[in-house]
Nanobody, 123 residues
Framework: QVHLVESGGGLVQTGGSLRLSCAASGRTFSRYAMGWFRQAPGKEREFVAAISASGGNTRTADSVKGRFTVSRDNAKNTVYLQMNSLKPEDTAVYYC????????????????WGQGTQVTVSS
């Protein structure tokens, strides 16, 4: 079992930055690939970024490429999402997830999910 808790969300102006954190419980964090997804009101949950268990490989959605960076610190059982140049269309609830498939972009490949953190970008 992995328990995930996101933090770092908030209200930011267009062009601003936020760093989301996702803290995981348990001693097996380093075995899991981690992903970030987001869900805006009235829309389906969509993939944002993923990172392999070791941190050596990452994948980023085209919509955030060049602006968002995923990283992890296995010693701290934490994964991060650095978000720069934020746009109003980035407004959503952001979720982190843990899974055994290598840095997958597929929602169904993740077994454990956090409760989400709200990110709101004002225009």
């Amino acid at each position: 079992q992995v328990h995930l808790v996101e933090s770092g969300g908030g209200l930011v102006q267009t062009g601003g930055s936020l760093r989301l954190s996702c803290a995981a419980s348990g001693r097996t964090f380093s075995r899991y690939a981690m992903g970030w997804f987001r869900q805006a009101p009235g829309k389906e949950r969509e993939f944002v970024a993923a990172i392999s268990a070791s941190g050596g490989n990452t994948r980023t959605a085209d919509s955030v490429k060049g602006r968002f960076t995923v990283s992890r610190d296995n010693a701290k059982n934490t994964v991060y999402l650095q978000m720069n140049s934020l746009k109003p269309e980035d407004t959503a609830v952001y979720y982190c997830a843990a899974g055994s498939r290598p840095y997958s972009s597929m929602y169904g490949d993740y077994d454990y999910w956090g409760q989400g953190t709200q990110v709101t970008v004002s225009s």
